[in-house]
């Protein structure tokens, strides 16, 4: 039981090592943002102390929890809708090299599209609300999704293809026992993307048609020069990504541990 604790205590301790420089950077730069304002003496309105931003946190007039929760949704529905899309279509391109020829065209074309110039139209369409935002999120987060995925499926050994063939393993075999599994650390890849895109893409939808959550907070904080409150939502966006990017790389950890043996004893 000691020797359990003990291994425990040790792999507690190692993470904690592990995860320090990060900590101390984000630390470091909150002090010399503090020392730099207050130094210069530079003007709320302009330049907040992290105090100021922490103290906007708990102001309840900005109602951080409506606003929060309505990012969350459009976050996590982008993100949701983007992994499907982005999985289902790769799949359907590596299937069959037609609907390769056929849609990989359509999709590079649309990703070179700027999403700001998008987002009036889908508030046409589909009004103001959180669905365009979940919309926008999508039409951001997607491609990379395809694009790593196909990647993953189709960088596959071909003399492992040609043996698997030559012992009358079917396509569906080929998928599932040796591209699926292949493909994984590119899919976690391109989820990685996903998670940082997809909050960016919800933002950019509050930006143009949204009258609550933090991109709206942040132009109404923009027209009033209440710094505080915007830079207190950017340190809640900044903490949605993180924890959206952490829970990513959590389950790529759970799915593949073996990806993961030689950095942790590292």
């Known amino acids: 039981m000691n020797s359990r604790a003990g291994r425990r205590a040790a792999g507690i301790l190692a993470k904690i090592w592990y995860y320090a420089p990060s900590a101390l950077a984000i630390l470091v730069l909150v002090l010399v943002w503090h020392v730099s304002v207050s130094w210069w ?3 709320e309105y302009i330049m907040p102390t992290p105090g100021a931003a922490v103290a906007a946190l708990f102001d309840p007039k900005y ?4 606003n929060l929760l309505t990012t969350l949704y459009a976050v996590l ?13 790769a799949v359907l391109t590596v299937w069959n090299s037609y609907l390769e020829r056929t849609i990989m065209p359509l999709l590079v074309l649309f990703n070179t599209l700027p ?5 009036p139209l889908f508030v046409i369409w589909l009004g ?4 365009p935002n979940i919309v926008i999120a999508v039409t951001v987060a997607f491609f990379p999704v395809v694009i790593n995925t196909a ?20 396509k569906w075999q080929i ?8 493909s994984l650390p590119y899919i976690f890849a391109g989820m990685k993307l996903n998670a940082t895109l997809s909050v960016i893409g919800a933002i950019v ?9 933090l991109g709206a907070l942040i132009i109404v904080g923009g027209v009033t020069l209440d710094t505080p409150s915007i830079f207190a939502s950017l340190c809640l966006i900044a903490a949605l990504g993180l924890a959206l990017y952490a829970f990513v790389v959590l389950v790529e950890r759970i799915t593949m541990p073996w990806e993961f043996r030689d950095t942790t004893m590292n």
Not at 77 to 89: E, H, K, N, Y
Not at 115 to 119: E, G, I, R, T, Y
Not at 151 to 170: F, Q, T
């Open 151 to 170: 990647a993953g499926l189709s960088r596959v050994d071909p003399d492992l293809l040609d043996l698997v063939r030559s012992l009358k393993g079917s």
């Open 77 to 89: 529905g982008g993100f949701t809708i983007a992994a499907l899309l982005g999985v289902g279509l």
């Open 128 to 131: 103001y609300g959180v669905v």
């Open 41 to 43: 003496g530079v003007r």
């Open 175 to 182: 998928f599932t026992k040796i591209r699926l599994p292949n």
């Open 205 to 213: 939808g509050e930006f143009v048609a949204s009258e609550s959550g």
């Open 115 to 119: 999403k700001v110039a998008l987002a």
């Open 63 to 66: 109602r951080w929890l409506k």
